[in-house]
């Protein structure tokens, strides 16, 4: 497998055995798999779901993936794919023969997911939550992510994905799954607060090393990510996490000098909208809420100078 597009396969049948448990799947369970890899994961969640589509970069994966009348895989980088199309089925699937339906050729796929990590850095991740859609057309996701590349899966899932997901079980690298649950600590960060707007985060359990091949030199852990309902949370996401990334971009100073240059450009009153939030302006970032900054956002964009 390219170093590039190198992650850590999932081997202990145990760990698999208790992913396939916290995903509580049924008959007609349908399941989004990003990154199958060798399959060991998708091999047991075939037994328990009706469908099963998994996506997959590396060209080598998708041509030994097993067949299974109920398992559609898709070539392609899920970064670059439309979401709505990949829930909707409108993506072509990879056929045995691995032709024109495939996404990428072998030959320029480790270039593009390099390519693909850089622009999603910068992507803004903050669409707007639509209506979802009905229950019963629900998706699960599973995945075990790379580690380099998991805050740009995770940001894409929940800003577009979100009215199509039921939940996620999702590996990821432990001190990943600390950072999403801290909020309002030392450990917060503005991606703390981008994942709890989107979804309810818990961690269900720790993983060592010695489950993957080739083993990893950190812990990891498997979480769980609900999507939240509309309207939890009242502030435009777009403006919201503005001010969680100017805050947390200086987050040793206080909420008035770091979020004085955000306020300048929206022309708005900084002190009436912390007094308006009931926020002091000696507090940090990680001293704030979600809710604190829903009702900052709201204050600044209620504050606009003539």
């Given at each position: 497998?390219?170093?590039?597009?190198?992650?850590?396969?999932?081997?202990?049948?145990?760990?698999?055995?208790?992913?396939?448990?916290?995903?509580?799947?049924?008959?007609?369970?349908?399941?989004?798999?990003?990154?199958?890899?060798?399959?060991?994961?998708?091999?047991?969640?075939?037994?328990?779901?009706?469908?099963?589509?998994?996506?997959?970069?590396?060209?080598?994966?998708?041509?030994?993936?097993?067949?299974?009348?109920?398992?559609?895989?898709?070539?392609?980088?899920?970064?670059?794919?439309?979401?709505?199309?990949?829930?909707?089925?409108?993506?072509?699937?990879?056929?045995?023969?691995?032709?024109?339906?495939?996404?990428?050729?072998?030959?320029?796929?480790?270039?593009?997911?390099?390519?693909?990590?850089?622009?999603?850095?910068?992507?803004?991740?903050?669409?707007?939550?639509?209506?979802?859609?009905?229950?019963?057309?629900?998706?699960?996701?599973?995945?075990?992510?790379?580690?380099?590349?998991?805050?740009?899966?995770?940001?894409?899932?929940?800003?577009?994905?979100?009215?199509?997901?039921?939940?996620?079980?999702?590996?990821?690298?432990?001190?990943?799954?600390?950072?999403?649950?801290?909020?309002?600590?030392?450990?917060?960060?503005?991606?703390?607060?981008?994942?709890?707007?989107?979804?309810?985060?818990?961690?269900?359990?720790?993983?060592?090393?010695?489950?993957?091949?080739?083993?990893?030199?950190?812990?990891?852990?498997?979480?769980?990510?609900?999507?939240?309902?509309?309207?939890?949370?009242?502030?435009?996401?777009?403006?919201?996490?503005?001010?969680?990334?100017?805050?947390?971009?200086?987050?040793?100073?206080?909420?008035?000098?770091?979020?004085?240059?955000?306020?300048?450009?929206?022309?708005?009153?900084?002190d009436k909208a912390l007094q308006t939030?009931?926020?002091?302006?000696?507090?940090?970032?990680?001293?704030?809420?979600?809710?604190?900054?829903?009702?900052?956002?709201?204050?600044?964009?209620?504050?606009?100078?003539?």
């Open positions: 497998m390219p170093p590039a597009l190198g992650q850590h396969l999932l081997k202990d049948q145990n760990i698999i055995k208790k992913i396939i448990e916290a995903a509580g799947l049924q008959p007609d369970s349908r399941v989004l798999e990003i990154g199958p890899g060798a399959g060991a994961l998708t091999k047991e969640l075939v037994k328990k779901a009706k469908l099963v589509r998994a996506v997959e970069l590396d060209a080598n994966f998708v041509q030994s993936l097993p067949k299974y009348p109920n398992l559609e895989i898709i070539y392609g980088d899920f970064l670059q794919l439309d979401t709505g199309a990949l829930f909707e089925g409108r993506i072509p699937l990879f056929n045995d023969s691995g032709e024109a339906d495939s996404l990428f050729s072998a030959h320029a796929e480790q270039k593009q997911v390099l390519q693909t990590l850089e622009s999603s850095r910068s992507r803004p991740a903050h669409a707007p939550l639509q209506e979802p859609v009905k229950a019963e057309d629900k998706w699960k996701v599973a995945a075990n992510l790379p580690y380099y590349i998991t805050t740009p899966i995770i940001e894409k899932l929940l800003s577009e994905g979100c009215p199509y997901i039921e939940e996620m079980i999702l590996m990821v690298q432990k001190e990943a799954a600390d950072r999403i649950q801290s909020i309002s600590c030392r450990e917060s960060g503005a991606f703390s607060y981008f994942v709890n707007y989107y979804a309810e985060a818990e961690t269900l359990f720790t993983v060592k090393p010695g489950a993957f091949s080739p083993p990893p030199k950190v812990d990891s852990a498997v979480i769980r990510l609900r999507p939240r309902k509309l309207g939890e949370i009242a502030a435009p996401p777009k403006q919201l996490f503005q001010v969680t990334q100017t805050a947390f971009k200086q987050r040793r100073k206080t909420l008035r000098k770091s979020l004085q240059p955000l306020a300048s450009s929206w022309r708005s009153d900084l939030a009931q926020i002091e302006p000696s507090q940090r970032p990680e001293e704030l809420t979600l809710l604190q900054f829903s009702k900052l956002t709201l204050a600044l964009l209620e504050y606009k100078k003539a």
